[in-house]
């Protein structure tokens, strides 16, 4: 179910609400910096019914509202969202699904708000982010390509984003999840590539091994692609000794970001979430 909510300033934000046994943690799902609830169709029809599911459109993705000011993106802003998605929708301790951005929301998260956090899954993030990454990633977030179909969409993200292991028809979910048709016909990102201006102006994100290490109370899931450019080997083999609860699964062929749909990353999802109570 799709609901709306203001959040303390009084933008509106959108996310999807999957009913589930009370009894059972939720699980609170957020995106990547181009991507919105959408991205988690799948894990919540798995595990929706059995626990709640909820997944936040960031400010200026999706069906949420698209600020006037560019510093309402700011991570300070975003992790505010998140306190108030939660207050709103009475969610006081999830289980925290991030991708990419979202998982740097999460490790913050475990520091402003530890036992809001049961258990965390880290998708293809960690506290040190390799610049060529990042500079592909923003790159990707400032263009509005305004293509005229879906398949052109399609042919386009084929050609500018990292390997993913998914079918034709994967690739047409991938692209109708990345652009919307708009009045004028063509189709434009789900996203305010303003963020690209937000992210310049934010400068260098810094080393988040403190935030990190504030998970180590939570059992952790950490994927990622075994060819991200975001996400190092060595930074990936340091999250693994430093936390002790850490479970780890690489995908193979995949780049950044894992959709959550290959197979090895819904048995470990599967198996992470159904071990937490």
Same mark, same amino acid.
């Given at each position: 179910m799709r609901v709306f909510f203001n959040a303390r300033d *009084?933008? %509106? &934000?959108? /996310?999807q609400d999957f009913p589930g046994d009370p009894a059972r943690t939720p699980i609170l799902c957020l995106s990547g910096i181009t991507r919105t609830s959408d991205d988690f169709?799948?894990?919540? /029809? +798995?595990?929706? @019914?059995?626990? %709640?599911?909820?997944?936040l459109d960031h400010a200026g993705h999706g069906e949420s509202a698209r600020p006037d000011q560019l510093s309402r993106y700011a991570i300070e802003?975003?992790? %505010?969202?998140?306190?108030?998605?939660?207050?709103?929708l009475h969610c006081h301790r999830a289980v925290f699904v991030g991708t990419?951005?979202? @998982?740097?929301?999460?490790?913050?998260?475990?520091? &402003? +708000? #530890?036992?809001?956090? /049961? *258990? /965390?899954? &880290? $998708?293809d993030? @960690? #506290?040190v982010l390799e610049p060529v990454g990042l500079d592909h990633v923003q790159n990707f977030v400032a263009r509005d390509p305004a293509l005229p179909?879906?398949?052109r969409c399609v042919e386009h993200l084929k050609g500018v984003l990292p390997p993913l292991t998914i079918d034709e028809e994967g690739w047409r979910r991938m692209a109708a999840g990345t652009y919307a048709r708009g009045d004028d016909g063509r189709w434009h990102p789900r996203w305010d590539i303003r963020i690209a201006q937000a992210m310049s102006a934010g400068g260098t994100l810094p080393s988040l091994w403190g935030p990190f290490g504030a998970l180590a109370h939570a059992p952790t899931l950490l994927l990622r692609g075994e060819l991200s450019e975001l996400l190092s080997a060595e930074t990936a083999q340091r999250m693994r000794d430093e936390h002790p609860r850490l479970e780890f699964v $690489?995908? #193979?062929g995949t780049g950044h970001c894992p959709t959550l749909e290959e197979p090895l990353a819904v048995a470990a999802l599967d198996r992470f979430l159904d071990g937490i109570a």
């Open positions: *009084g933008l %509106r &934000l959108s /996310a169709a799948t894990l919540a /029809a +798995r595990h929706g @019914g059995k626990r %709640r599911v909820l997944c802003e975003s992790l %505010r969202d998140v306190l108030d998605t939660m207050a709103a990419s951005f979202g @998982g740097i929301l999460t490790m913050v998260m475990a520091v &402003l +708000r #530890p036992g809001a956090i /049961a *258990g /965390a899954v &880290l $998708n993030v @960690g #506290p179909t879906l398949e $690489n995908i #193979p």
